[in-house]
């Protein structure tokens, strides 16, 4: 149950940024956005990240992803999440799936004014 929810959640996301895609009328060329993504790809917790990974690139359409590995740790998350947002210029974000990285990086992303869709939310905190 909790798979299909999260799938759905992540699905419903990236349809609202695919319908934010503005058609170019000269070129006839489609603009796609890139959405970066914070989860674990390797370490303790991997298995859970390929799980959010499958089902966010079920529903990826006219979106460019970018993935980081996170391993739920705090450090490697504020990293890639720095990557994201000065290398790649995303400002669209899928993560972090753990806690104490969510924790750590709200009040950054909130400064930055990067949205944060979190597959999973650690506090209630993080709404507030």
């Known amino acids: 149950m909790a798979k299909t929810t999260i799938i759905t959640i992540i699905s419903i996301f990236l349809l609202i940024f695919a319908g934010c895609t503005q058609e170019n ?30 089902g966010i690139d079920a529903g990826a359409n006219n ?10 740790d705090v450090t490697k998350t504020l990293s890639a999440y720095q990557k994201l947002r000065q290398i790649n210029n995303v400002k669209f974000i899928i993560g972090p799936a753990c806690g104490s990285p969510q924790e750590a990086l ?7 004014k990067t949205i944060l869709m979190l597959p999973s939310a650690a506090s209630v905190e993080l709404y507030q």
């Open 63 to 72: 979106i460019e992803l970018v993935y980081e590995d996170t391993q739920c």
């Open 106 to 112: 709200a009040p950054i992303a909130k400064d930055d």
């Open 25 to 54: 009328v000269t070129n006839n060329k489609q603009e796609t956005i890139k959405v970066g993504v914070l989860i674990p790809l390797s370490g303790p917790f991997a298995q859970y990240g390929e799980k959010v990974k499958a």
